[in-house]
């Protein structure tokens, strides 16, 4: 059994409005005269309030950033109740709303909070462009002295400014007007992703020099990437709070004690038999007793897992044992992931004492009180977010599947302090970086080529005509790299490996077909693989015969079904996925979550000598899965979008956060995504350093 006792942080005596009793970092962040603040507190130790309360008190329109979507609605409604509690009128400007030109009220008692991301603008759109109604939107909130506050994810900001909206001219124009970026769960971006977010935040701020915007990162722990912002931002503020491990002068109880079992994982749970181990675990800790006194809670076992398909067949698993008491699975086993759309979710205040079962989608949401915990995690970002389930306000038992480097460290001692805990956690998981310095390759010109691309788009609506502007994509990307020139790790800059910037090798570049294959589209992480996939509904506690979403192309060799054509279900596809899909588009009808797919990619002999990033080509490269029947459809999703690159020697033990497929034949697989770029920059790193020594 090991032990991780109680966390307190220190209060002082300084008040915002309503709100008494401020921890020493938020009255540090608030009060800091950097124009670039690192926040490194951990979760549920106030660092939302810090953060608007420092943009309210310079009166500062401020853009807030989050990793997804559900975790920007959620921070939607927490930071409206923080506003309110103050004493501000909040106009919250989300699907609901009907978008007006009109200056409105500027009083400095009124916020505007609105909510943008690819959904909202759908519902908001109607049908017409998502372009034209943010542009509305931030022009009719424009008013003198008016407070405005954006939440938004990533993409949809690098669409914006990388020209996939209509009218992206007039948007950048507007959003340039915001004074301050936040950037919350900083720990969470990692590889191509951080890369990008780390461009667009220079080119909103202007450079290094008198910049226009200010930025601010919140984190519970940093890792590689404080390395990149203390290079890249010389003289940031960087603000820790060091929680105590007891009850000194004025504090408050951030972390209850948690108890528990680490059990080693060497991949992420999949596999029939751990199913029927997790199944029994939580079974057996829903039959426990807990230690609460006064509490009832709504959870009383929460399960948190990697795969979708695994926590789906978990949770089928405990129904049948539920159901072999006698009771009604359906009154206490519930889900939340992904492949549930968010109009059929469970509501969290109806239930009581549930077994809550599902995947990352609950890591953010709701601020769960649970007395049992069951979680696995595969890096430092997903065990942070799924372990601060648990303790919050109540004590908490655990049983936490984990990579073997973090188990063994933690199976040292009995019994821990939480910043301890949270130290062996960081040490353990060095070995999954964030390749910040990734930023300083020489394959992050591709990133930058893409992007200046993309925002060198010209649009003809009457003649229906798109094209690319080559004399100003070359422009644009010289201003990008003049922007972020800056950038450094240790002992690299981005500009002194970006490659020539001579505008003949520019215009030779922007002609390649991958860096036009990025342009055109968008080349956001999870958009470029997904499949339409008809579910049964009682696998995911829903009344109606079956429900419709999207899975990525990995996760569909998990299923076992048929692929059939989107004409024969488009009556009963949701308008939101008929917006990105048409009538031609496969469906996978799905019967069973069991992993039983065998897949591979194989290579012709000329792809295989390749060890550069390059597109899919049918020819070079083919899917060959367990079910023939699906390799025709798996070949033309990939095929023409995708980056790929071979890499030799990789296995089952290399990131498992890069996406792969493994080569029929080789000793290695085929990098899929935009992290080919990652793949080859560390593959010819590790060529460096073998030569070197």
């Not at 680490?262 to 997790?278: A, F, G, N, P």
């Not at 984990?402 to 063994?408: R, S």
């Not at 301890?420 to 390749?435: H, I, R, T, V």
């Not at 958009?527 to 192309?553: K, Q």
Request: hydrophobic content about 40%.
């Amino acid at each position: 059994m090991i032990v991780v006792s109680e966390a307190y942080i220190p209060q002082t005596d300084r008040r915002y409005g309503a709100i008494e009793g401020l921890y020493e970092h938020q009255v540090k962040t608030i009060e800091s005269d950097k124009s670039v603040v690192v926040l490194d507190a951990p979760t549920g130790s106030g660092k939302t309030l810090a953060a608007l309360a420092r943009v309210l008190e310079r009166r500062t329109p401020a853009v807030f950033i989050y990793p997804t979507n559900m975790l920007v609605k959620d921070q939607v409604r927490s930071i409206k109740k923080i506003l309110v509690s103050l004493g501000y009128f909040v106009n919250v400007i989300s699907s609901e709303w009907i978008p007006s030109v009109s200056g409105g009220n500027s009083s400095e008692h009124h916020v505007d909070l609105i909510h943008i991301t690819g959904e909202t603008l759908e519902d908001l759109a109607e049908g017409s462009a998502k372009g034209t109604v943010l542009e509305r939107i931030l022009k009719g909130t424009d008013g003198a002295g008016r407070m405005r506050i954006v939440l938004t994810n990533p993409d949809t900001l690098y669409l914006v400014l990388s020209g996939m909206y209509s009218r992206h001219g007039l948007i950048s124009e507007q959003l340039f007007k915001f004074g301050a970026v936040v950037v919350d769960e900083f720990h969470l971006y990692a590889g191509p992703i951080l890369a990008r977010l780390v461009i667009m935040l220079n080119e909103m701020r202007g450079g290094s020099k008198n910049p226009l915007v200010e930025l601010l990162f919140l984190s519970a722990t940093l890792g590689d990437t404080l390395d990149l912002l203390r290079n890249t931002y010389p003289g940031l503020d960087i603000i820790k709070a060091i929680p105590m491990t007891r009850e000194e002068g004025t504090c408050r109880k951030i972390r209850h004690k948690t108890k528990g079992e680490v059990r080693t994982q060497t991949k992420v749970l999949v596999d029939d038999e751990s199913v029927d181990e997790v199944a029994e675990e939580i079974m057996r800790l829903y039959d426990a007793p807990y230690e609460w006194k006064n509490d009832t809670p709504n959870v009383k076992v929460l399960g948190i897992f990697s795969s979708v398909t695994f926590a789906v067949s978990v949770a089928k698993r405990v129904k049948e044992l539920v159901e072999r008491r006698g009771l009604d699975p359906a009154n206490i086993v519930k889900q939340i992931h992904g492949l549930i759309p968010r109009s059929a979710r469970t509501d969290i205040e109806s239930i009581n004492e549930a077994i809550l079962i599902g995947t990352s989608a609950i890591e953010v949401g709701v601020d769960f009180n649970v007395p049992f915990l069951v979680m696995e995690a595969h890096d430092l970002a997903s065990f942070l977010q799924r372990f601060g389930r648990g303790g919050r306000h109540n004590p908490c038992e655990f049983l936490l599947y984990l990579p073997q480097p973090m188990a063994d460290r933690l199976r040292r001692a009995e019994n821990w302090s939480f910043t301890e805990f949270l130290e062996q956690a960081e040490q353990a998981f060095k070995e999954m970086p964030s390749y910040a310095d990734f930023l300083c390759s020489k394959q992050v010109r591709w990133l930058l080529l893409s992007m200046a691309l993309a925002g060198s788009k010209k649009i003809d609506f009457y003649r229906k005509k798109e094209w690319f502007d080559k004399e100003s994509a070359v422009d644009y990307f010289k201003t990008l790299v003049k922007l972020n020139a800056f950038v450094s790790m240790g002992d690299k800059n981005l500009k002194d490996n970006i490659g020539p910037l001579v505008d003949d090798q520019i215009e030779l570049d922007l002609d390649k077909w991958p860096i036009r294959v990025m342009a055109e589209n968008s080349f956001i992480r999870g958009a470029m693989n997904n499949i339409l996939v008809r579910f049964p509904g009682h696998l995911v506690d829903s009344d109606t015969d079956y429900l419709y979403s999207e899975m990525d192309i990995f996760d569909i060799f998990r299923l076992r079904g048929s692929l059939e054509k989107a004409e024969e279900h488009w009556k009963q596809i949701p308008s939101d996925l008929k917006r990105r899909y048409t009538v031609e588009s496969p469906v996978f009808v799905a019967n069973s979550f069991e992993r039983r797919q065998y897949h591979r990619i194989a290579l012709s002999s000329n792809a295989s000598a390749r060890y550069i990033t390059s597109v899919f080509q049918r020819g070079d490269t083919s899917i060959k899965s367990g079910d023939p029947r699906m390799n025709e459809v798996l070949n033309n999703v990939l095929e023409g979008r995708n980056l790929v690159f071979f890499w030799r020697g990789m296995n089952s033990r290399t990131d498992y956060r890069i996406p792969r497929l493994y080569v029929e034949g080789e000793n290695g697989a085929m990098v899929i995504g935009d992290h080919a770029l990652v793949a080859e920059y560390l593959y010819k790193k590790q060529k460096e350093e073998d030569w070197s020594s």
